[in-house]
């Protein structure tokens, strides 16, 4: 073994004592990002805790990146490898609950941490910090970097900082998600467009003068008739979902104007730019059908994850080091608690507390994230660890209970281990960066880059 080896290992000790040592400070954070529960690109308080906390502990602290007030990026050290670790800390709307085991809304109708970013922000937050005080005391250099992504409920966070540079020069970057399982990831995501249809008609009173309106609402409905007609020759795997966001106001008033918003989701993003295309030419259909004019405006626009198989496994290496989360009697009797609201929750026991295998092959998540914007560019490590009973839907009130409690604590410290041991090894391991790289290239391929968002389109703004 040589010395650089022996090095790095004592260094992923000192890191996992820094963060066993932590507990309380951990537990402080989640539990204030728990309860601020701020909305997507309004999460003003919990940036700025999280920012405030690396800012005290070394690291240079650049607060509104891309343009969007809450994001922002923290970074010590000097020269290369440039190792990154994503944050996130948005909540969900309507689901606002306390840290019990029944539904007990804190706010009616309020947010809550119903996808578990509260310990998410956390967990990476510390894990650079962790890295940071380990690296110092080793003499390990390069530079540690932690992102801080704003509103990923809405997939614009890194989708906009990685158009506007934020991610460039990064040699890796590493994230992690909340999840009731624990292990290294090795996943693809759908591919996404957010678009929103607004057609414009004629106001006209609905009985004495239809003939002298055009309604945009019957545009709508002939626009989402003409996409449901769509779905029967679209691949298996594409996802349309809509709601319709303006309909009208009341009857007796011909509706001038209407609106809806579209997600159209693909395992990759070619095949959601061919359907965008054509839901955009039903739209047109619909507006020519009725007499009206339809516009749109895209929100956000991701691609699907590009996997890393050597990641996967450094990260896999590492949590097997950390050990899997130790919940106390008292978590297991909550969960318990929490799975009898889950009627459809699968068996098993309570909380899962061992360590999954990487998959032979990349998963397909069914969902989407902003994460695979950044994957397209350079190599992605992920990992997911314990945060909430065995069988929890995901953006549900049960994770915000469970979040808030030491369920959600344990498995993020497990996280920050894992991510912290990790970063550690790409500083020192140039041999593992340049696999890491030789895989990213071979799973990427040469299909470029392109985003549906004008390019003159700027950052959304909290509205
Ligand atoms: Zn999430």
Redesign the pocket.
Known sequence: MSSAVLDVESAKSSAIAYLDAAGDSFRETNRAIWSFAEPSLKETRSSALLADLLESHGFTVERGVAGMPTAFVATWGSGDPLIGIMA?YDALPSLSQAATPERQPLVPGGYGHG???SV?GTASVFAAIAAKDAAERSGITGRIRCYGCPA??LLVGKVFMQRAGVFDGADIVLGW??SDKTGADFITSKAMVSVRFTFHGVASHASAVPHRGRSALDAVELMNVGVNYMREHVKQDARIHYVITDGGVQPNVVPPCASVWYYVRADVHRDVVEYFNWVTRIAQGAAMMTQTSVEWSIDTDCHEQIPNRVLADAIDRNLRLVGPPRFTDEDRAFAARIRESLPDAPDGPPLIEEIEQVTAEPKLIKGSTDIGDVSWHLPVGHLRAATQANGCPGHSWQIVACTGTNIGEQGGIVAAKALACTALDLLTDSQLRARAWEDFRQRRGTEPYSLLIPPDQGSPLPS
């Open positions: 996130e996808c578990g970013h998410f990923e409920e998600h909340p």
